[in-house]
């Protein structure tokens, strides 16, 4: 079975740039959950997203958005980039959103914001 | 706010033997979950082993088992018979119901042949 995917893996974008990130869930999953992680710390929650609902949001602006579509793949939307957005994105799926439902997790998707 | 805490930035250990990575989290839950997760340079994270808070018993997979201690807040990682392959940024993350995933800081575990 395919694990969860994420695309793209790498991309560099200019400050003020808009950037759209996406992420296939496992089969079976319908919970996906977003984080950032900054060269050199623990991943941050960003979203996460339950049978198309959001279900909870970390503490980052407005600018960043994400939705999750019928099929339970999800994207994650990051308006005027600015240069502390450079990070690893990942995003994790789950069967559900508790802790009894072990967490999987993409490669991730690397911006670079310059 | 949940918050966990890897005073280990950095560990080594020589191939073959044990080391263990400490954590520490913060919570007034009575209820949730613990984690350790392996991120490779690969980039993804893998989990290694899970600890429910309900249960005393200590968590064991393969080589890697938990020293969990309710009381104290503290979940150490074990790792006997250390490979090359065990090399990697290991993180402690704590999860209570749906809440989120709370990510310690990490901490980088060197293996010298």
């Known amino acids: 079975d395919a694990g969860v995917t994420q695309s793209p893996t790498h991309l560099i974008k200019t400050r003020g740039q808009h950037v759209t990130l996406r992420c296939s869930p496992i089969?079976?999953?319908?919970?996906v959950s977003w984080y950032q992680q900054v060269l050199g710390q623990g991943p941050q929650f960003i979203f996460q997203?339950?049978?198309?609902?959001?279900?909870g949001r970390g503490n980052f602006p407005d600018r960043f958005s994400a939705r999750q579509f019928p099929n339970y793949s999800s994207e994650l939307n990051v308006n005027a980039l600015l240069l502390g957005d450079s990070a690893l994105y990942l995003c994790?799926?789950?069967?559900?959103?508790?802790?009894?439902?072990?967490?999987?997790f993409g490669q991730g998707t690397r911006l670079t914001v310059v | 706010a949940q918050t966990v805490t890897q005073s280990q930035p950095e560990m080594s250990v020589q191939e073959a033997e044990t080391v263990t990575l400490s954590c520490t989290y913060d919570t007034s839950e009575s209820d949730y979950y613990l984690f350790w997760y392996k991120q490779p340079p690969s980039r993804q994270m893998i989990l290694v082993i899970r600890q429910e808070a309900y249960k005393q018993q200590n968590a064991t997979e393969n080589r890697f088992s938990v020293n969990f201690q309710k009381a104290a807040k503290s979940f150490s990682l074990k790792i006997s018979d250390s490979q090359l392959g065990d090399a990697a940024m290991y993180f402690c993350a704590y999860k209570a119901g749906a809440q989120k995933l709370v990510f310690g800081q990490g901490t980088r575990l060197t293996i010298n042949p």
């Open positions: 089969s079976g999953h319908k919970s």
């Open positions: 997203y339950y049978e198309k609902e959001e279900r």
């Open positions: 994790a799926s789950s069967r559900g959103p508790g802790g009894e439902s072990e967490a999987f």
